[in-house]
């Protein structure tokens, strides 16, 4: 299978052989009938271990992102946990986006640099300063691109060269762009990083995360990790995710489309003091961006004139956009990045702009959108 939408629908979901069921059953069971000690059906035993749902979600993902491996979890936290905590130990270090994830930057610095993880946050779009964070005991490089929630771009290609030459590897959340536009292996990534959440599930239902590798060792020391942890998804979060994939690819068209609709109206819009989306030829990224990207996604961030109280203002007045926090689903979101999503990072270097506002573009009627965002703007 070599089509996108082929493997998305297929991938790790063959009939069911018992039934013939065309879709993956949803096994709620938490343990399995071994014929004699050890004798194990298929492989499974208990389904913290495994369960047969949650394994065609792994096969599909790793099928999308053209590995070899991928190991599915509760969320997308739970998973960069699990990787920070199989691959790093105290003295370590690990360089960031300067304007990475809210919720990524308080598991780095609020869970691992108390136990001696240390972290160095730079621009990822400067290469020179990523090279010269670098230390003898830099474990990883973690990429954004685009990044929440200024959709900076980084080269994937670049990051992966100055990580290997200095020993470390690279992880690329790939939340935003999803292995329909981006696939971060091909680039030269170690391992890509989804929170299953936001596009993947698509439908604001379900919380899940997944790590997916080419690397046999480090799918082992993740695997290990997964089960002895334990932050595993359920059947029934699985099979919502494997629903939600077998849209992606044309979902993720709707968001694009209707998100270079919005640009374009905000551009023109004298309330809006900047736009930020890779699609734009005056993005800084643009280039590297249209290199390794298919499409430019349905994430738009925008400044407004008048600061946070503006800010503030436009969120209050959306009816089609929802004030909420999370992304990537069906419907239209509007947030307000410097008290929700990243206010962890509040007072530290990576403080976001007070007068900044996020949108998950959905994929309702784009004129409906671009209305409601004209009328909430004023």
């Known amino acids: 299978m070599t089509g996108f939408t082929t493997r998305a629908i297929h991938a790790g979901q063959d009939p069911d052989p018992r039934t013939g069921s065309v879709i993956v059953p949803i096994h709620a069971t938490s343990t399995f009938l071994q014929d004699g000690v050890g004798g194990l059906r298929g492989g499974y035993e208990y389904a913290r271990t495994a369960n047969p749902t949650r394994t065609a979600l792994e096969t599909c993902l790793a099928a999308l992102e053209r590995a070899r491996y991928g190991r599915a979890f509760a969320s997308g936290m739970a998973a960069s946990d699990v990787l920070l905590r199989a691959t790093c130990r105290p003295g370590e270090h690990v360089v960031i986006p300067g304007d990475v994830y809210g919720g990524t930057f308080r598991l780095i610095d609020k869970v691992f640099r108390p136990w001696g993880i240390e972290h160095t946050a730079v621009p990822q779009s400067d290469l020179d300063a990523v090279a010269a964070a670098m230390r003898p005991t830099t474990r990883w490089v973690w990429c954004e691109t685009p990044t929440n929630p200024l959709l900076a771009i980084a080269d994937i290609a670049a990051l992966a060269g100055i990580a290997h030459a200095a020993g470390a590897r690279l992880v690329v959340d790939n939340t935003f762009a999803t292995p329909y536009l981006q696939t971060p292996l091909e680039f030269g990534a170690d391992v890509v990083l989804h929170s299953t959440t936001k596009y993947l ?6 919380v899940g995360g997944a790590l997916i590798t080419d690397d046999a060792q480090l799918d082992e020391q993740v695997a290990f990790l997964q089960n002895s942890a334990g932050a595993v998804p359920g059947p029934f979060d699985a099979w919502l995710t494997l629903r939600g994939i077998k849209t992606l690819a044309v979902r993720m068209e709707r968001h694009c489309d209707n998100a270079e609709r919005i640009v374009a109206a905000l551009q023109a819009h004298p309330a809006v003091t ?56 069906v419907e239209s979101l509007i947030e307000y990045p410097h008290r929700m999503t990243h206010a962890s990072t509040t007072g530290t270097q990576l403080e976001v702009p007070a007068e900044l506002l996020r949108l998950s573009v959905g994929i309702e009627d784009a004129e409906d959108l671009v209305g409601d965002l004209l009328a909430a703007l004023g």
């Open 201 to 206: 599930g698509g439908h604001s239902d379900v």
């Open 274 to 329: 900047s736009v930020r989306y890779p699609g734009l030829g005056t993005h800084p990224g643009h280039e590297v961006a249209a290199k390794q990207m298919r499409r430019f996604g349905g994430m738009v961030s925008l400044t407004v004139r008048g600061g946070a109280a503006a800010a503030l203002a436009v969120c209050a007045r959306t009816r089609v956009f929802t004030l909420a926090e999370s992304l990537g689903g």
